[in-house]
């Protein structure tokens, strides 16, 4: 009986980085629109390049800078931001079957780096069929590859601060939309991943002026149940 060959770790790490070059490339510019914001809200690139170091929550660090400029306190922050972070707990619960064997000294950094674009891309390896006991590196690739990226560009926006006048408003987030949307379409493959896309989208639009960015757990929420029915509905007619 052979004994199945699997990628050793150094593999794994480089794969996980490689295949987050797509998100890469979109996150890079909402960084860079972020340390723009935080240069003109007043924070010094050092304390811009701070935040994204010690938090490493993209539309936190927005929310949080704007609340900031408009002289919010310090525990309206903390929980505004602890709600927008909330669908966190939904990747959380995603891939605790896969990583509740490591060990601490792996699970704390990886519950840390864990973002929007990591989860897309180690979510797929994670179900590939293959029982490598290395995925844990892939992910961790992806992760660091992100959070590299992610600071360049924080750095690069904070520097460039008032430099580029305008800089937030040229519409380059929406690098972030179309890359989420490549990598989604593709592995929407039967009719409840559909459905449970089509709600979330709905859902998303019709709250999207909820403050707090509440309109995105709703719509996870709606993506969520619509998902689960639907799946239970083709149980049962088998």
């Not at 490689?18 to 510019?29: E, I, K, Y």
């Not at 960084?31 to 935080?38: K, Q, R, S, V």
Request: hydrophobic residues 55%.
């Amino acid at each position: 009986m052979s004994i199945p060959s699997y990628p050793d770790y150094r593999t794994e790490l480089w794969h996980g980085a490689r295949d987050s070059l797509p998100m890469l490339v979109g996150s890079a510019p909402f960084a860079l629109i972020f340390g723009t914001l935080a240069a003109s809200s007043g924070l010094s690139a050092m304390a811009t390049l701070a935040m994204s170091l010690f938090v490493y929550a993209g539309s936190s660090q927005f929310i949080a800078i704007s609340l900031l400029a408009g002289g919010a306190g310090l525990a309206v922050i903390v929980v505004t931001t602890f709600v927008v972070n909330l669908r966190h707990a939904l990747y959380s619960a995603t891939f605790l079957p896969y990583v509740a064997g490591l060990a601490q000294r792996w699970r704390i950094p990886l519950a840390f780096w864990l973002t929007d674009e990591t989860f897309a891309v180690v979510q797929h390896r994670y179900g590939a069929a293959d029982a490598s006991p290395h995925k844990h590196w892939y992910y961790l690739g992806s992760c660091l590859a992100m959070y590299s990226n992610w600071l360049i560009w924080t750095l690069v926006g904070g520097l460039l601060g008032h430099a580029v006048p305008g800089l937030d408003q040229m519409g380059l987030e929406f690098a972030m939309a179309a890359t989420f949307t490549g990598i989604v379409v593709p592995v929407l493959k039967n009719r409840p991943m559909v459905a449970a896309a089509l709600a979330a989208a709905v859902v998303a639009l019709a709250a999207r002026e909820l403050p707090y960015k509440l309109g995105l757990m709703l719509a996870a929420l709606a993506g969520v149940l619509v998902g689960l029915w639907l799946e239970s509905r083709e149980e049962g007619a088998k």
